[in-house]
């Protein structure tokens, strides 16, 4: 099936369930948080996925989206990574695999404390590593849904790749109307076109001056990781923080409350 059809399709599927949505009149408040975790491998080089765990309770969050997770591959003991921290946590859990990686799967994953109903990986351009987006829609508490898409895009300097895996994206975000939550590591700074191209829909949640850098965890100059969140309309305040970790991933991870304002 052409690239174009499949987005169009994926788009029409996202869409169709908002009129199933029971409308509801209050606020929502919960908490997101977005985590490279270098597939569990801390800066000390050991893979300890219990401390990664360890780690991801402490930010608190109902909703974590995961880059650089193993799926029963051999550099991380062939463990099912998202699986147990799902279940170290009590938290639902899905994943998306990038591509097949020594006996197993390399990708991304999400945890949620709130209901999974459905789940798509979203195949993007290749960069100089295949790509997913992994959209996860959950259902909040008073029965609304929200769209929860987690991104990991390419890396190099040039963004070339990095911006058609951004533009195919936004293709079919721009056609969803459900309140979507989109987070992870852009491998981008705020003023690239990375995230310029979402200013006209998405509300970037921006994180404290005076420690906003997520990369890298022991010494961050960099700010890659992001949440964002659309319409800007659907959205209250928010609040967030950069954690710091120097041992656990070479990622700082990043929370944010957010509101999800009454229709």
């Not at 409308?23 to 801390?42: E, K, M, P, W």
């Not at 991380?76 to 197993?104: N, T």
Request: hydrophobic share 45%.
């Amino acid at each position: 099936m052409p690239a174009a059809r499949t987005l169009v399709l994926v788009a029409i599927a996202w869409c169709s369930l908002v009129g199933a949505t029971r409308v509801v009149s209050q606020d929502t408040v919960f908490t997101v948080a977005s985590y490279n975790i270098r597939h569990g491998r801390g800066m000390d080089g050991v893979v300890n996925l219990q401390r990664t765990g360890e780690a991801i309770a402490r930010l608190g969050a109902d909703i974590v989206a995961l880059q650089e997770v193993d799926k029963n591959v051999e550099r991380s003991g062939r463990v099912d990574e998202p699986q147990v921290l799902g279940s170290q946590l009590r938290m639902e859990y899905a994943f998306g695999a990038f591509m097949p990686y020594q006996g197993g799967e390399y990708g991304m994953g999400m945890l949620s404390r709130f209901p999974i109903r459905r789940m798509h990986a979203l195949r993007l351009p290749d960069g100089n590593e295949p790509r997913v987006a992994l959209m996860v829609e959950v259902e909040l508490p008073n029965a609304r849904r929200v769209l929860v898409v987690n991104v990991h895009f390419d890396w190099v300097a040039n963004d070339t790749l990095r911006y058609a895996q951004v533009a195919a994206l936004g293709a079919v975000l721009d056609t969803v109307s459900i309140p979507i939550v989109l987070l992870g590591d852009f491998n981008d700074q705020p003023d690239s076109r990375t995230l310029t191209r979402w200013q006209q829909r998405f509300r970037t949640v921006e994180k404290p001056a005076s420690d906003r850098f997520t990369f890298s965890s022991t010494e961050p100059k960099q700010e890659i990781d992001h949440i964002l969140l659309a319409p800007v309309a659907a959205w209250g305040a928010t609040t967030a923080r950069v954690m710091t970790d120097t041992l656990t991933s070479d990622h700082r991870p990043v929370v944010a409350r957010v509101q999800l304002r009454a229709r």
